[in-house]
């Protein structure tokens, strides 16, 4: 009997899994829809929360990097919000609206 480790993998890459009394091999293509749909999950979760505008502090939380990670993907590309400048301000303000942040992702991953 092979052994229950959650990270174990064999020669074909698969992954022996331990849910409750069961156990079962996690193929790579199996690993991979599974990473996509919690990933999805945050997602709504994000939405319903923040309907309008979602917060740096949030999408880094989700990518598991610092607010200023966000900061500077914003202010270099601009894909994921909005990084504007004032006259006569010192700082940026920064905005990433829900809409344009989640049709962005849908675009980039392919999601319909």
């Not at 069961?22 to 199996?30: G, L």
């Not at 949030?58 to 993907?73: F, G, K, L, Y």
């Amino acid at each position: 009997m092979l052994p229950i480790f959650p990270n174990w993998r064999s020669r074909n890459k698969t992954t022996l899994m331990q849910t409750g009394e069961r156990s079962f091999i996690m193929t790579n293509t199996e690993k991979i829809i599974d990473f996509l749909e919690r990933d999805n999950e945050k997602l709504a979760e994000i939405i319903e929360d923040h309907p309008f505008q979602i917060p740096i502090k949030v999408i880094a939380e989700w990518w598991h990097c610092s607010e200023d990670s966000v900061r500077n993907a914003l202010l270099q590309q601009g894909f994921l919000g909005i990084a504007q400048k004032r006259p006569g301000k010192m700082n940026y303000g920064f905005v990433i609206p829900t809409g344009h942040f989640v049709r962005w992702w849908c675009c980039q991953f392919g999601i319909q």
